[in-house]
């Protein structure tokens, strides 16, 4: 069984940094690259940090660059959101998922204010 476990979010001041944590389980973790969502109640899920099978290749979405840094440890199947120079705009439930997606967690959620 599927399973993507969320969690290291809090309330955070502006400026201040967070890291996320996904523990996966249920599948190959190692076989598959990686993705960190967010979502704020009444839009989409956005895309906000990708990271391949191996670690070797990453992208971001312009609003988190170089601000976010997304890991991976095969070892442990563990997938990390490094969130630094947090803002307000970051406020959002954050999920993991593989590509191809699977069953969604419950998210963890990150709160940015003062």
């Known amino acids: 069984q599927v399973q993507l476990v969320e969690s290291g979010g809090g309330l955070v001041q502006p400026g201040g940094s967070l890291r996320l944590s996904c523990a996966a389980s249920g599948f190959t973790f190692r076989r598959f690259d990686m993705r960190w969502f967010r979502q704020t109640p009444g839009k989409e899920r956005e895309l906000v940090a990708r990271i391949d099978w191996d670690g070797d290749s990453t992208n971001y979405a312009d609003s988190v660059k170089g601000r976010f840094t997304i890991s991976r440890d095969n070892a442990t199947n563990i997938l990390y959101l490094q969130m630094n120079q947090l803002k307000p705009e970051d406020t959002a439930v954050y999920y993991c998922?593989?590509?191809?997606?699977?069953?969604w967690g419950q998210g963890t959620q990150v709160t940015v204010s003062s």
């Open positions: 998922n593989s590509y191809p997606e699977k069953s």
